[in-house]
C-alpha cells in the first residue's frame, strides 16, 4: 500500500530562520508527488509537481526536491505569512486513474 | 477565474439527522473527489466520480453517498451522521486523474 510519512509533526521558526520539511514516500511506481499549502479552515493549495528523483522546483521563498526515496520543502528566509500546514501527497494507481495519498502534513509557524 | 466552490463553509447537523453537502466547478474536469479530513490527520479519500462512473473506496462506511447529476455538480450525503463524521469535508476536481487536483474551501461539519 503506498504511504506518505512527512516530518516533523510541528514546526516553529523565527522570521529568517531556515529550515526543510520532510516527506518520505513508499509507492509502487512514482506517477508524481505533490506539495500542497493549507491555511486553517481553508483547502489545500498546490505549490508544485515533481515526477523524478534529482528535479527540483521553486516558487518565491519555497524550494522543493526529490530523491528515490524523499522530497523536502526548504523554506528560506520564512516570513510570518507562510506560517500553514504544508501537505505532500503521491498519486496511488487506481482501477481508474489515480488517486492523492497524503501525509498527515508539517504545521509550520513563523514568529515575527 | 476558474474554481472548485463548497457550499456551506459550515454544516451543524444533529446527530442521526441527514446531511447533504455540495461542490461545483467550472473547470470543466472530468473527475471529482469527496475527502474528509479530521483534525491534524491527512485527507482521506472517500469516493470519486470518473466521468459518470462511481468510484468508492473499500473502507468508506455505507452511511456516506454521493450524487452527481452533471459534470459540474458532485454532493455528499451523510444518511445518518455520528459524533465520529465531525470533520472537513473537501471536493477536489483533475483533469482524468492527471496532475496536481484543485480543491474548494471544505465545508466545516459539526455534529451535535
Known amino acids: 500500500e503506498d504511504q506518505v510519512t512527512q516530518s516533523p509533526e510541528a514546526l516553529r521558526l523565527q522570521e529568517g530562520e531556515s529550515s526543510s520539511l520532510n516527506c518520505s514516500y513508499t509507492?509502487?511506481?512514482?506517477?508524481?508527488l505533490f506539495w500542497y499549502r493549507q491555511d486553517p479552515g481553508k483547502g489545500p493549495e498546490f505549490l508544485f509537481t515533481l515526477y523524478s528523483a534529482g528535479e527540483e522546483k521553486e516558487k518565491e521563498r519555497l524550494k522543493a526536491t526529490l530523491t528515490k526515496k524523499e522530497s523536502f520543502l526548504h523554506i528560506t528566509a520564512p516570513k510570518p505569512e507562510d506560517s500553514a500546514t504544508y501537505l505532500c501527497?503521491?498519486?496511488?494507481?487506481?482501477?481508474?486513474?489515480?488517486?492523492?495519498?497524503f501525509g498527515a502534513g508539517t504545521i509550520l509557524r513563523v514568529k515575527s | 477565474d476558474a474554481m472548485v466552490i463548497q457550499n456551506p463553509r459550515y454544516q451543524v447537523t444533529q446527530f442521526g439527522k441527514p446531511v447533504t453537502l455540495s461542490c461545483s466547478q467550472t473547470?470543466?474536469?472530468?473527475?471529482m473527489y469527496w475527502y474528509q479530513q479530521k483534525s491534524s490527520q491527512a485527507p482521506k479519500l472517500l469516493f470519486h466520480?470518473?466521468?459518470?462512473?462511481?468510484?468508492n473506496e473499500a473502507d468508506t462506511p455505507d452511511n456516506f453517498q454521493s450524487r452527481r447529476p452533471n459534470t459540474s455538480f458532485c454532493f455528499l450525503d451523510i444518511r445518518s451522521p455520528g459524533l465520529g463524521d465531525a470533520a472537513m469535508y473537501l471536493c477536489?476536481?483533475?483533469?482524468?486523474?492527471?496532475?496536481?487536483?484543485?480543491f474548494g474551501s471544505g465545508t466545516r461539519l459539526t455534529v451535535v
Open positions: 509507492v509502487s511506481g512514482l506517477r508524481g
Open positions: 473547470l470543466n474536469h472530468n473527475v
Open positions: 466520480y470518473y466521468d459518470k462512473d462511481f468510484n
Open positions: 501527497a503521491v498519486h496511488s494507481l487506481m482501477e481508474y486513474g489515480n488517486k492523492l495519498v
Open positions: 477536489a476536481t483533475s483533469s482524468s486523474g492527471q496532475g496536481g487536483y484543485t
